[in-house]
Antibody, heavy 117, light 110 residues
Framework: EVQLVQSGAEVKKPGESLKISCKGS????????IGWVRQMPGEGLEWVGI????????RYGPSFQGHVTISADKSISTAFLQWSSLKASDTAIYYC??????????WGQGTLVTVSS | QSALTQPASVSGSPGQSITISCTGT?????????VSWYQQHPGKAPKLIIY???NRPSGVSNRFSGSKSGNTASLTISGLQAEDEADYYC??????????FGGGTRLTVL
């Protein structure tokens, strides 16, 4: 059974750093792209970026380039999304999802990130 | 690049059919047969219901169907049921492995 299990909710202050994770199981982690999707409170879905764990090819959505870093450790079948300096506007739920061909066919449960002073 | 355009809300009575549109440009929806649709219930992760414009994943009801004409893709739900009440998002491939979502449509079953 394919599963993506994300790390737990985080509460941080502006300016702090953060790294959240997404562990894949039940399939060959290195042969599917993993994407990150943001959902701000009461808002829609937005592409953050995507990584191919097999060779760490990474693409960022235009709004996120330079503000977040996507990475993966294929030895532990885990993808990561990190910030070096959080802003209040980063408050959102972040989903990871497996890409099969074009669509995202399996999704993680989401990680709520709250940034507040 | 702006989000794909979806109606903010649609509604229908049980048993009826509704259609949700998703309008883009020739650089996204019109340029590729890679449109997918996702259903999201409150507090839940999105779920894939249509991919590559017209295909349904295994286990998804055949009451859900997709189509495309020019720069507009559509999701049709027939025989509306109370459980269909949710938010629906379209997504299109754009370039370099990236995609773009629509703004989302809230479906209310009256």
């Amino acid at each position: 059974e394919v599963q993506l299990v994300q790390s737990g909710a985080e509460v941080k202050k502006p300016g702090e750093s953060l790294k959240i994770s997404c562990k894949g199981s039940g399939y060959n982690f290195t042969t599917y792209w993993i994407g990150w999707v943001r959902q701000m409170p009461g808002e829609g879905l937005e592409w953050v970026g995507i990584i191919f764990p097999g060779d760490s090819d990474i693409r960022y959505g235009p709004s996120f380039q330079g503000h977040v870093t996507i990475s993966a450790d294929k030895s532990i079948s885990t993808a990561f999304l990190q910030w070096s300096s959080l802003k209040a506007s980063d408050t959102a739920i972040y989903y990871c999802a497996r890409r099969s061909g074009d669509p995202f066919d399996y999704w993680g449960q989401g990680t709520l990130v709250t940034v507040s002073s | 690049q702006s989000a794909l355009t979806q109606p903010a809300s649609v509604s229908g009575s049980p048993g009826q059919s509704i259609t949700i549109s998703c309008t883009g440009t020739s650089s996204d929806v019109g340029g590729y047969d890679y449109v997918s649709w996702y259903q999201q219930h409150p507090g839940k992760a999105p779920k894939l219901i249509i991919y590559d414009v017209i295909n349904r994943p295994s286990g998804v009801s055949n009451r859900f169907s997709g189509s495309k004409s020019g720069n507009t893709a559509s999701l049709t739900i027939s025989g509306l049921q109370a459980e269909d009440e949710a938010d629906y998002y379209c997504n299109s491939y754009i370039r370099s492995t990236l995609g773009i979502f629509g703004g989302g449509t809230r479906l209310t079953v009256l």
